[in-house]
């Protein structure tokens, strides 16, 4: 998939300890019940042959050692071949600013970045941007879009200030009327369907026809951790309907194996500083095919998308990817970094760390389950609805902010375990909002770590009770 690519140090430096990771081998809890007694061996081999791989994937990341971090959902960390690198490349900028020593190629010096990131996530190169962050592309195109008075936007009650923004401005600006869908919440007894999220996707768009210019939604929302039917909801209901889909991947990139051209949404806007670890202020914006669907289903409208940050926006010429891309001088060190990060998911097998990741959070949601008996655990174990985030809370009253505050505090402070509150409404209608402590379990973890938060979440738990 990735042949006759030029090798990048920190890849190069990464292939010496990764090869030989196989996706059969990750999920070490998983081995089979009643395994022949040679299986079952060479199973223990496989387990203990991985641990010692995973091991040495762990020992990539420069992460304190003091702390065990824990919440990759607000940002992670670049691993050291690429930090490294990124280091050599910030200093060949500051040495060289005008030609940069030639480590990015030619104007626009993203191009052989992007040629590399690309099939990593079933797109093609001149489908891919290099953005800022997952706001960046959301804004860009939430605000390009040519919406009027009287449009409709499909979204759910559990997006991120990313998307709500920009519709805040959208529904100001130009009276457009954004619905937020109530999608199902988990309360841990995994009784959720993918099939609850489309049929109330396709309600809505049967509801407002006509008037839908665009469904947006995350793929894995930040609150819960709920993974959506991105693809289900794109074929089964965008697409029949003819409107356009953004989707927000903040938390898919670099945590599941994606193929943007199979999940058929027209843009997919992620971050490459949270699950990916790339440096800050890194992104991945996918517009497919040069959004050229969109003047399919928005033929009544002259220019349905504007580029409105670019710096060539007037130069239609050049293709919507450059058009996007362009927004004057860029970190380049930065972005040749993410795509550092991206060429060693690529080289471990991004099916493999999918399987690694929600093997990982799978883990972690049966262990909360048994040592907080009657904990709310709003993050569904439902493979399709899975994701590598959990979101729970251990105490009776989960509306109390200030008692989960107070614990996730103490737990980093008692035991060194960074993790995060997120808050939500269960309901739309709810009159409070529900609070939950998020996990984010990752490459840099194994089951001792998940075993150890649980203990030490049992410790804190049962100091404050
Ligand atoms: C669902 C979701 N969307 C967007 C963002 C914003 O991401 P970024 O910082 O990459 O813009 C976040 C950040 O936590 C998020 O959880």
Redesign the pocket.
């Known amino acids: 998939m990735i042949e006759n690519k030029k090798v990048s140090p920190a890849r190069r430096h990464f292939l010496k300890v990764t090869t030989g990771i196989v996706a059969a081998g990750v999920t070490a809890s998983l081995l089979p019940a009643q395994a022949s007694a040679k299986g079952f061996k060479l199973d223990q081999h496989r387990h203990r042959h991985d641990k010692k791989r995973w091991k040495k994937v762990q020992k990539e990341f420069v992460l304190d050692k003091k702390t065990t971090y824990m919440n990759i959902?607000?940002t992670g960390s670049m691993p050291k071949s690429v930090l490294d690198n990124y280091q050599k490349n910030n200093l060949s900028v500051a040495k060289n600013p005008w030609d940069m020593q030639n480590k990015f190629g030619s104007w626009p010096y993203v191009t052989e970045m992007t040629e590399s990131i690309a099939p990593g996530f079933g797109a093609n190169a001149n489908e891919i941007i290099l953005s800022r962050?997952?706001?960046?592309g959301m804004c860009s195109i939430l605000n390009g879009l040519h919406f009027e008075d009287g449009d409709v936007i499909l979204t759910t009650h559990h997006e991120?200030v990313?998307a709500h923004s920009p519709l805040h401005v959208l529904a100001a600006r130009y009276g457009v009327e954004v619905i937020y869908l109530d999608i199902p919440v988990d309360s841990g007894d995994n009784s959720i369907t993918e099939q609850q999220f489309v049929d109330l996707f396709a309600l809505a768009a049967n509801q407002y026809a006509g008037r839908v210019r665009l469904i947006t939604f995350?793929h894995i929302?930040?609150k819960t951790g709920t993974r959506l039917p991105a693809k289900r909801i794109c074929q089964e209901v965008a697409i029949p309907n003819q409107i356009p889909t953004l989707i927000?991947g903040?938390?898919s990139i670099g945590m599941l194996d994606l193929d943007f051209h199979d999940i058929d949404c027209d843009f997919y806007a992620g971050?490459g500083?949270?699950w990916q670890c790339g440096p800050g202020a890194t992104?991945i914006l996918f517009v497919r095919d040069g959004a050229t669907r969109l003047d399919q289903y928005w033929s009544d409208r002259e220019n349905p998308l504007w580029f409105i940050n670019s710096s060539l926006g007037h130069a239609d010429y050049l293709g919507t990817q450059l058009q996007l891309q362009y927004i004057g001088n860029d970190n380049y060190p930065a972005k040749q970094a993410l795509t550092d990060a991206c060429e060693m998911w690529d080289e471990i097998g991004r099916d493999t760390i999918e399987a690694r990741v929600l093997a990982l959070s799978k883990y972690c949601k049966q262990q909360l389950k048994t040592a907080f008996p009657s904990a709310a655990i709003y993050s569904p174990d439902i493979d399709q609805l899975a994701s590598a985030i959990t979101s729970f809370n251990p105490f009776d009253d989960v509306n109390d902010l200030v008692m989960l505050t107070e614990f996730r505090d103490r737990l980093r402070e008692q035991t060194g375990f960074i993790i995060r509150t997120t808050d939500f409404k269960i309901q739309q209608s709810d009159a409070v909002d529900t609070h939950a402590l998020r996990i984010s379990t990752h490459l840099f973890h194994d089951h001792d770590d998940v075993n150890d938060l649980i203990n030490a979440m049992q410790h804190v738990f049962y100091g404050m009770s």
Do not use: E, F, P, Q
């Open positions: 959902g607000t962050n997952t706001t960046d991120h990313a995350s929302t930040y927000d903040a938390h971050s500083h949270k992104g």
